[in-house]
């Protein structure tokens, strides 16, 4: 008798069986072999939670066939059960239902394989019996070269894409959040035109080993760059002539102060303006620059000298649009010059309490010059303790140096005649005054001289008296 137990449900005729008709038997089995090479489609009942495919005993079957695309509308998920349970079958079966629904690929007790609607898979099935699987076959496949002509989708929340041998390169989605991860080494973008960032969030964290120091954010519609640690401030740099420079710091220990490498330059007519109410402006028009302080005052407050370099020699002060005074250069000297008619030049200060005119030149009168008081050098005794002589007057002028010299300080300095402070400081350390800055800059008070040398020639007036004696 014949049976059908081989994996296609073929007709195997039993020894001395079909005697002039087993060519006939031979066809249809050769048939069905083609079938099953081939391609079938089966419907599912309209929205049926179950369906059953059992391959046919030696007739033809749409469930024999390699690829089996299932049709039909679901409402529901549907199990499909393949049968005969013993059958070791693979298969491309693909899930061509309408109404987004799944199917479930069974054979017996054991697992399945879910194929959600518009997609296919490769399964294969165990023939187990009643405890029959279904298994992907496709579950984790090894490639050398792998080509996607359209869409790859990892539908499982915890799928990963891993590139490397490796695993150096993840791609991965939590379900709520996408994470690329580079194990090992840089990140490289290679692209051949732009680079597009959508954030519909707005805001793009900058993390090192998973702590946030950076955070680049739009904040109603305007570009928002925060330095998130405490303190830690925003660096802008780049490369001069080979070297990499610090172009700009933003100092947040300090409220944001903002400290620029080199210049920092405004264009042609355009303002640099300080104060919420631009309380004062720097500005060019091409060929003038102008500080204004339309709201107040002008201040300069520096902890050393105050430097004004007028190459054209003339120092303007106004009152509105008039000149009223003109500091210039002539031949080397410092002029002083009352623009106004017959205004006099006047100096006033503090005495005691008491603002005073120390000095007025009187313009009207040729510039008559009228002392508050006397014109005199300070050397009141009553003003003065602890007076004693001074001793071996000649001795020290004789340890002093004339010197010529230039300043290194000055450029195209002039030679000028005078004394080195250190070296009159350790003869006559009265004289010699230190200042209070990073140099302690030495100088000399040449006036208290006067008293060495007044002694000096009384010492050297001795010792001509007495070799005249002799």
Not at 198 to 220: E, H, M, N, W
Not at 273 to 296: H, R, V, Y
């Amino acid at each position: 008798m014949a049976t059908y137990v081989n994996n296609l449900r073929l007709k195997e005729i039993a020894t001395g069986d079909e005697s002039g008709t087993w060519g006939t038997s031979t066809n249809t089995n050769l048939e069905l072999i083609g079938e099953a090479l081939g391609f079938g489609t089966e419907g599912i009942t309209t929205n049926a939670d179950t369906h059953t495919t059992t391959i046919a005993d030696g007739s033809a079957d749409e469930g024999r066939a390699m690829y089996i695309k299932y049709t039909g509308t679901l409402d529901s998920a549907c199990t499909i059960t393949i049968g005969p349970n013993t059958l070791k079958r693979v298969h491309m079966i693909e899930n061509a239902t309408s109404g987004s629904q799944n199917i479930i690929i069974s054979q017996g007790s054991g697992a399945n394989v879910t194929i959600p609607p518009g997609d296919t898979k490769v399964v294969y099935l165990d023939g187990a019996g009643s405890g029959a699987a279904v298994v992907d076959a496709f579950a984790s496949l090894s490639v050398v070269d792998l080509k996607v002509q359209d869409d790859l989708s990892l539908t499982s929340d915890s799928a990963v894409l891993n590139l490397g041998a490796d695993n150096d390169f993840q791609i991965t989605h939590s379900g709520s959040a996408g994470t690329i991860t580079n194990g090992t080494g840089d990140l490289t973008l290679d692209i051949a035109s732009d680079l597009n960032i959508d954030v519909d969030d707005g805001r793009v964290f900058l993390k090192d080993d998973g702590t946030t120091f950076g955070r680049i954010a739009s904040a109603s519609s305007d570009l928002e760059v925060v330095s998130v640690v405490q303190d830690k401030d925003i660096l802008l740099k780049g490369n001069d002539g080979g070297s990499e420079i610090t172009a700009l710091t933003l100092d947040m220990s300090d409220a944001g102060t903002a400290i620029f490498n080199h210049d920092l330059k405004v264009s042609d007519n355009n303002n640099m303006q300080f104060g919420a109410g631009a309380d004062l402006t720097l500005s060019s028009d091409g060929t003038n620059g102008t500080i204004a302080t339309p709201n107040g005052d002008l201040i300069l407050d520096s902890s050393d000298d105050i430097s004004i370099n007028a190459d054209g020699g003339d120092i303007m002060f106004a009152d509105g649009s008039t000149n009223v005074i003109n500091l210039g250069i002539g031949d080397s000297n410092a002029i002083f010059n009352t623009q106004v008619s017959n205004a006099d030049f006047i100096v006033k200060g503090n005495d005691g309490g008491s603002a005073i005119t120390a000095m007025t030149l009187d313009m009207s009168a040729a510039g008559a010059a009228t002392f508050n008081a006397d014109v005199t050098a300070f050397s009141d005794k009553r003003l003065k303790t602890d007076i004693s002589n001074i001793e071996n007057g000649l001795e020290k002028v004789m340890q002093m140096q004339g010197v010529y010299y230039k300043r290194n300080d000055q450029e195209d300095a002039q030679m000028k005649v005078g004394v080195l402070a250190q070296d009159m400081e350790a003869v006559v350390p009265e004289v010699v005054l230190t200042a209070d800055d990073d140099m302690q800059t030495k100088s000399v008070d040449y006036g208290k001289l006067t008293a060495v040398l007044i002694e000096a020639i009384k010492d050297l007036k001795a010792e001509i008296d007495e070799l005249k004696k002799g």
